[in-house]
T-cell receptor, first 114, second 111 residues
Framework: KQEVTQIPAALSVPEGENLVLNCSFT??????LQWFRQDPGKGLTSLLL?????REQTSGRLNASLDKSSGRSTLYIAASQPGDSATYLC?????????????FGTGTLLAVQP | NAGVTQTPKFRVLKTGQSMTLLCAQD?????MYWYRQDPGMGLRLIHY???????AKGEVPDGYNVSRLKKQNFLLGLESAAPSQTSVYFC??????????FGPGTRLLVL
């Protein structure tokens, strides 16, 4: 059974720091991996999607990497800002079938202090 | 273009009561999903649908029923609510296997 783990559960950094969020998964047979952002009391917003054949994806100050063989992904946030404060979730989509079922991690709560 | 909307935003139920949560999307997506989010558990898939008139069980389907009578709507029903169903419920939709778009959530408290 696929399990997705995110460490740390919470992180507090001063504004301007570069930071890395970690995601690990137990079964390397994934179709893709996504990083989402969730603001308090809100739904999820997709940030980056990495296909299993890709090593990384970039969007602005965000860079996500994927190492399938080791079952790991990282989300790198450059020059963090208070507006980056949110919960960040990773999710993997498994191979098999025509469905799009995602397995989510429990998230990392990020606080960027001004 | 409202994206994915959920009704209601918040609800309090007594044990044994029933209710229906409504999810609507205006993106003409074929796939729709219901998740629940609990502290320390992440999001877990309850039921999903890959097209109008079709539904399937997810990871935690017990105690819930769903219907997809129209392509744009996906209903989640609780026939006899239990305190264990206190949670935040999220609906999502996608164009087949592409990125899922999430609604703002429904907070449900069962007393």
């Amino acid at each position: 059974k696929q399990e997705v783990t995110q460490i740390p559960a919470a992180l507090s950094v001063p504004e301007g720091e570069n930071l890395v969020l970690n995601c690990s998964f137990t079964d390397s047979a994934i179709y893709n991996l996504q990083w989402f952002r969730q603001d308090p009391g809100k739904g999820l917003t997709s940030l980056l999607l990495i296909q299993s054949s890709q090593r990384e994806q970039t969007s602005g100050r965000l860079n996500a990497s994927l190492d399938k063989s080791s079952g790991r992904s990282t989300l790198y946030i450059a020059a963090s800002q208070p507006g980056d404060s949110a919960t960040y979730l990773c999710a993997v989509r498994l191979y098999g079938g025509a469905t799009n079922k995602l397995i989510f991690g429990t998230g990392t709560l990020l606080a960027v202090q001004p | 273009n409202a994206g994915v909307t959920q009704t209601p935003k918040f609800r309090v139920l007594k044990t044994g009561q029933s209710m229906t949560l409504l999810c609507a999307q205006d993106m003409n997506h074929e796939y729709m999903y219901w998740y629940r989010q609990d502290p320390g558990m992440g999001l877990r898939l309850i039921h999903y649908s890959v097209g109008e008139g079709t539904t399937a069980k997810g990871e935690v389907p017990d105690g819930y029923n769903v219907s997809r009578l129209k392509k744009q709507n996906f209903l989640l029903g609780l026939e006899s609510a239990a305190p264990s169903q206190t949670s935040v419920y999220f609906c999502a939709s996608s164009f087949r296997t592409e990125t899922q778009y999430f609604g703002p959530g429904t907070r449900l408290l069962v007393l």
